[in-house]
T-cell receptor
Framework: AQSVSQHNHHVILSEAASLELGCNYSYGGTVNLFWYVQYPGQHLQLLLKYFSGDPLVKGIKGFEAEFIKSKFSFNLRKPSVQWSDTAEYFCAVNYRDNYGQNFVFGPGTRLSVLP | DAGVIQSPRHEVTEMGQEVTLRCKPISGHNSLFWYRQTMMRGLELLIYFNNNVPIDDSGMPEDRFSAKMPNASFSTLKIQPSEPRDSAVYFC??????????FGDGTRLSIL
């Protein structure tokens, strides 16, 4: 089975610090990549997605992610975090194999931003 | 656009009772997913359907869990009999082909 790993379980930052959350996947073929955010007590919401084209994708709320195919990575970044970015962040990959479409989520990274 | 609709939002019941969670996917979506989320185990995929057919149920914890999708607009996840360790938030999500999944608000289940 394919897998998605996220480097950090819990990240603690002060407001205005820069953020980078790591994500690696194992599937060697064509993939679509996603980052989701889950605010406390809420459901997962799409932050950004990569299907093809420019490997640097921009999402909502100032987030961006870079797809590096050679490293099987799709890291999430934000230059300056805010207290309201406190949430859990999930990386996910979609790929197609002989059995159809597959979606795999990473274990999540909890981000705590201190005011 | 109504989004993915789950019911009930909260369920509290005693151990041994049958629990049925319901999900209405977004109209036109052809894939539906059931997830369970706990602090200890994070987000776990239980089962997913493609065109109403179960494709992968390897995440279903045991025979007490069952899921059905009788038509494109409705799915149920049933636990019988329920146990305290089944307490979690259960999310339903739907998608169209390789597009992003859209999640419902979840059902918070507490088994006493």
């Amino acid at each position: 089975a394919q897998s998605v790993s996220q480097h950090n379980h819990h990240v603690i930052l002060s407001e205005a610090a820069s953020l980078e959350l790591g994500c690696n996947y194992s599937y060697g073929g064509t993939v679509n990549l996603f980052w989701y955010v889950q605010y406390p007590g809420q459901h997962l919401q799409l932050l950004l997605k990569y299907f093809s084209g420019d490997p640097l994708v921009k999402g909502i709320k100032g987030f961006e992610a870079e797809f590096i195919k050679s490293k099987f990575s799709f890291n999430l970044r934000k230059p300056s975090v805010q207290w309201s970015d406190t949430a859990e962040y999930f990386c996910a990959v979609n790929y197609r194999d002989n059995y159809g479409q597959n979606f795999v989520f990473g274990p999540g990274t909890r981000l705590s931003v201190l005011p | 656009d109504a989004g993915v609709i789950q019911s009930p939002r909260h369920e509290v019941t005693e151990m041994g009772q049958e629990v049925t969670l319901r999900c209405k996917p977004i109209s036109g979506h052809n894939s539906l997913f059931w997830y369970r989320q706990t602090m200890m185990r994070g987000l776990e995929l239980l089962i997913y359907f493609n065109n109403n057919v179960p494709i992968d149920d390897s995440g279903m914890p045991e025979d007490r869990f069952s899921a059905k999708m009788p038509n494109a607009s409705f799915s149920t996840l049933k636990i019988q009999p329920s146990e305290p360790r089944d307490s979690a938030v259960y999310f339903c999500a739907s998608s169209f082909l390789d597009q992003p999944q859209h999640f419902g608000d979840g059902t918070r289940l507490s088994i006493l």
